[in-house]
């Protein structure tokens, strides 16, 4: 940094060189330093011939030369090799004359073409500049234009975009052609040079776009789709072409993405035919703009048909101290109005006749309720002046509850009339933002007869020396009459012969028969069962257990009976457990009531 500063300032040209990849150009403190030294990438085996001393085989060493110097950009940048050849790997060991040397030392030098190249051009003036100039300070087309041979040739047309960057008005919807000619049909697209970055940079002058990611067919935002560290380029923003509209809509503001989650990363978005996302970090004051801070900068021609980006100034911004200033003035005038506006309403006051006005961008804009004309009748009875204030109200508030908008007329010393007119507003804002309505904790139950609906659970209960026990146990949902049996396999055989014996034997065929996802209870031969005695299935999935809730209620009870009678007595067989249950729901049986009348079958 200080070499740097104290060679632009001695108007002197200024080179840091590193290997392609090193995270040392990466860092957001060589910020002004990258703004100011340009990069450049190219492979040494093209511009300095680097070869293996010992095969002759072509080393690829791709290198990165930040340069303030148009001459040496233009000298060395984009010079990278075609693959018309093999490589030799920068790895293991090479002989150097009759010593055995790493390859990634033997590549740290410069090799002689290299090094001529370059103290040829350190040496030469630029003979088409009539002072030494920075890099950032002469772009591709003014090269173009002020070399007396670089002309454009015959046969060869320019695109749409490169006219537009010849002029002074390059707008979005050039940019949007050129990607739309240049985005892949299928996939995403990474641009990180070429016009369109150089226009991206002329429409975005705050911010110096890293690169730019096509893709076609997307409702969703996109990812820098290439690895970057931290700070590298922190902000993005997107542009796209509608889908079904052909109309350019421009995202407002500039998003950090680095610490959204991945969810909010890839997010939805508006449906686009075609979506261009810029990547880019805010572009650091060079030094040559320092010495013109007490200057007035003069307002930029915008084209009358372009989509101006509302950039938002964020911290390192030079104009971040003065804004602040505005805003904190604005504020205090703001306070003030607020404060003289949530008075009440004071007959002959004109200035409430537009109260529905809101400035907005500096427009007078009408704020338009669609439900302004269903208010209760308590507010239409108010008089028209009496309506806006307390709408007025309502929104400078932040659209509060019903007692908040009480409490707070109380203190202002509104009459009755507005009090009762409070319940009355319908707000449209609030209705469109306004949650789900809370569940009905009960309902009323159709009236059924004993034996219309009863569920079936499957229950492995453990005594308590471990054992374990298999029992199945139906339930009717009219009168909550319980009965279980035993079952020491879990197969739809033992399923049928629980449902015979313990239910249909003496109270016949029941009309539906809820039972869970369990596998003996989805078999094929409970469904030819269920045909056969015309009985209804109801199969609960996995995920809504709680429908057969009362039958997984009471065998929980019944569990809790058991294991009761286990320590007093002891249940370590079939036999004991098929008694225990017995006397257990007989005992549940006759302490339930339906209609007043004692269950005991």
Sequence with gaps: MTCALHQVGQNQHFHLEQPDGSAMLKLPALGPVIHVALPCKFDMCVVGGLVDPQSKVPIRKRMVVCTTSAEMRKALDHRKCLGEHPHFQVAGSTRVGDQTVPVSKFTEKYPRKFARQVCTILGHRNQYHCHEVLANEVSDS?????????????????????????????????????????????????????????????????????????????????????????????????????????????????????????????????????????????????????????????????????????????????????????????????????????????????????????????????????????????????????????????????????????????????????????????????????????????????????????????????????????????????????????????????VIRALTMGWIMWAGPPGQLILDAAGEFCDEKIQEFSQKHDIGLKVIPPEAHWQNGRCERHGGILQEMLTKMDAEEGINSYDQLEQAMSFATQTKNQSSRHRDIRLNF
């Design 142 to 494: 003014e090269e173009a234009e002020s070399h007396p041979t670089k002309r454009r040739r015959l046969g060869e047309k320019s695109s749409p975009l490169q006219i537009a960057l010849r002029s002074t008005t390059v707008t979005w919807e050039n940019v949007m052609q050129a990607a739309d000619l240049q985005a892949p049909r299928v996939g995403p697209l990474v641009v990180d040079h070429g016009d369109l970055i150089t226009a991206l940079g002329t429409l975005c002058p705050d911010y110096v776009i890293h690169h730019a990611v096509l893709c076609r067919g997307t409702d969703r935002m996109v990812g820098p789709n290439q690895h970057m560290i931290a700070g590298e380029a922190p902000w993005r923003r997107m542009i796209c072409i509608r889908r079904n509209f052909e109309d350019i809509c421009l995202e407002p503001e500039w998003e950090k993405w680095e610490r959204l989650s991945h969810r909010q990363l890839r997010r939805n978005t508006t449906p686009a035919r075609c979506s261009l996302t810029m990547f880019a970090r805010i572009k650091y004051k060079s030094w040559s703009q320092d010495q013109d801070d007490g200057k007035v900068a003069e307002d930029k021609v915008v084209a009358p048909n372009s989509l101006p980006p509302r950039t938002v100034k964020r911290t390192g911004s030079p104009e971040i101290f003065e804004e602040a200033v505005d805003r904190l003035k604005r504020y205090h005038s703001g306070m003030a109005e607020e404060a003289q506006g949530l008075s009440p309403p004071v007959s002959g006051d004109s200035s409430l006749q537009d109260s529905s006005n809101v400035k907005v961008d500096g427009e007078t804009r009408q704020m338009i309720d669609l439900v302004s004309q269903k208010h209760g009748p308590n507010m239409i009875a108010l008089p028209q002046l009496d309506q806006s204030w307390l709408l007025k109200l309502h929104r400078n508030l932040g659209h509060p509850s019903r007692q908040k908008m009480e409490y707070v007329c109380k203190q202002l010393g509104c009459n009755s009339e507005i009090l009762r007119a409070i319940p009355d507003i319908r707000c449209s804002t609030c209705l469109e933002s306004r949650g789900p309505d809370i569940p009905r904790p009960s309902a009323v139950k159709e009236d059924r007869d004993f034996g219309d609906i009863i569920a079936m659970d499957g229950v492995t209960w453990k005594n308590s020396q471990g054992q374990q026990f298999h029992f199945y146990h139906m339930i009717d949902h009219s009168t909550a009459f319980h009965v279980a049996y035993c079952s020491p396999s879990r197969t739809a055989e033992s």
